[in-house]
T-cell receptor, first 118, second 108 residues
Framework: GAVVSQHPSWVICKSGTSVKIECRSL??????MFWYRQFPKQSLMLMAT?????????EQGVEKDKFLINHASLTLSTLTVTSAHPEDSSFYIC??????????????FGPGTRLTVL | GQNIDQPTEMTATEGAIVQINCTYQ??????LFWYQQHAGEAPTFLSY????GLEEKGRFSSFLSRSKGYSYLLLKELQMKDSASYLC?????????FGAGTTVTVRA
């Protein structure tokens, strides 16, 4: 099956620093990658959609200057949380949509990255 | 905005059946997904419905009625490992919108 990895799986950082999270599709090419955020006991909230080689599309209320997304290749997207603050502490999950899958709308999720900002 | 509603919690006994309902009102519709999520882990795919009717997959089945904006996930022969959160998600406008999730607790 399609596998998506995320790195790191968890990170603790000081307030004011920047953190980069990588999302990779390991055995398929991802035309589109999605970044979600999930707070405890809440559902996944879409932050942005990124297509390879073009700028990400951000959801309403998500600051594009704070959450920088780069989708440089068909297998890698990165999310950088700039000047992180404690309220940015959350579970960040990426997903990737494959080319040519039978269920063309299906997304494959990464294992998530737990970010804690002190 | 998009509205996807499902119950917050359900409890059932091992070996029993549980039905998780989901109603949705979204700006478009191109399919409905059900995912299972254990605490601290990413969601895993359970089922996908794009046409009306029932899709059966082992112990899990999912039903869709597009005219009613309604779906359910049926879990049969419950096992302790089925204790998890179950997320209903609608694909529309080239993205997925999720419900808040239903936490299912299976008791021995």
């Amino acid at each position: 099956g399609a596998v998506v990895s995320q790195h790191p799986s968890w990170v603790i950082c000081k307030s004011g620093t920047s953190v980069k999270i990588e999302c990779r599709s390991l055995d398929f090419q991802a035309t589109t990658m999605f970044w979600y955020r999930q707070f405890p006991k809440q559902s996944l909230m879409l932050m942005a959609t990124s297509n390879e080689g073009s700028k990400a599309t951000y959801e309403q209320g998500v600051e594009k200057d704070k959450f920088l997304i780069n989708h440089a290749s068909l297998t890698l997207s990165t999310l950088t949380v700039t000047s992180a603050h404690p309220e940015d502490s959350s579970f960040y999950i990426c997903s990737a949509r494959s080319r040519g899958t039978g269920r063309s709308n299906e997304q494959f999720f990464g294992p998530g990255t737990r970010l804690t900002v002190l | 905005g998009q509205n996807i509603d499902q119950p917050t919690e359900m409890t059932a006994t091992e070996g029993a059946i549980v039905q998780i309902n989901c109603t949705y009102q979204t700006s478009g519709f191109n399919g409905l997904f059900w995912y299972q999520q254990h605490a601290g882990e990413a969601p895993t795919f359970l089922s996908y419905n794009v046409l009306d009717g029932l899709e059966e997959k082992g112990r899990f089945s999912s039903f869709l009625s597009r005219s009613k904006g309604y779906s359910y996930l049926l879990l049969k022969e419950l096992q302790m490992k089925d204790s998890a959160s179950y997320l209903c998600a609608v694909w529309h406008d080239y993205k997925l919108s999720f419900g808040a999730g239903t936490t299912v607790t299976v008791r021995a």
